[in-house]
DNA sequence: CCGTATCCTACCAGATACTG
DNA sequence: CAGTATCTGGTAGGATACGG
């Protein structure tokens, strides 16, 4: 469990030093997964399997991981139903509907601009369309 | 070079679609380097040699791969003063400009909620402050 | 100063099989 | 259905040395 510092005036968040727990969770986050789930669970709760449907290409395994460390950040709620057969659900937390609020404009960008981002541009399979 | 398809108004770009270019290109540009370079470009050009001390960590070799991946994104413009030694300066190209501040919104939002995100979270190393 | 060329390793993540 | 456990390979990326 960590403690935080007495005096958090001296701590500076910086994305540019490479201690920082700022930088370790932008890396952390800017993984192959987080993104998605994170974009994934935006408007409504989830199962376990139909977040393995809507993420095309996530694994059981993938999912589970991300998902866990997801809990760990206080960006994801775990609502197990605690039936049999198992139901599970998953939603975001109110930090992680602030963090999506910014994670979703990235990725619309990234769609809007998709055509501008791979012009001139042979290094991104292209087997879409 | 890649051709645009015909119609593009068949395209429908999508992040969740495995086969969607917007897909791999968000897996890109989340990698461990490219949201730090751009945000590192956000306000003046810089050096290679400046870029590398602003991004604590990275390496020669990742910075030049970055450097050159976001060329051929039309995100960063190198500009060679063709001198010698040599001096090279890069700046982000408008487009680069508008996604840059999509991604400077998030890692503002990382560093003033980084102590919400590791709290009860021992997976993150601490050795900052 | 700004790169490139090699080599090499850790670990990310896919595949598969299994459980309550 | 919602997970774990184990094995495995591919590759991202670090270290190092060299070059214009």
């Known amino acids: 469990m960590y403690e935080l510092p007495k005096d958090r005036t001296k701590a500076q968040p910086n ?12 890396t952390f986050l800017a993984g192959k997964w987080h993104l998605l789930v994170i974009d994934a669970l935006a408007k409504e709760r ?29 960006l994801v709620l775990r609502i197990d139903m605690g039936t049999v057969p198992p139901h ?9 509907q602030d963090l999506r609020m910014k994670i979703c404009t990235l990725d619309r960008w990234i769609e809007d601009n998709m055509f501008e981002l791979i012009r001139d541009n042979d290094s991104v399979p292209l087997d879409y369309v």
């Open 15 to 26: 994305v540019f030093n490479a201690k920082c727990p700022a930088r370790c969770l932008l």
């Open 46 to 74: 989830w199962r376990n399997g139909e977040l393995m449907r809507k993420i095309e290409g996530i694994s059981q395994k993938m999912l589970t991981q991300t998902l866990r460390e997801l809990e760990n950040m206080n």
């Open 88 to 96: 599970v659900e998953y939603e975001l937390t109110p930090l992680g």
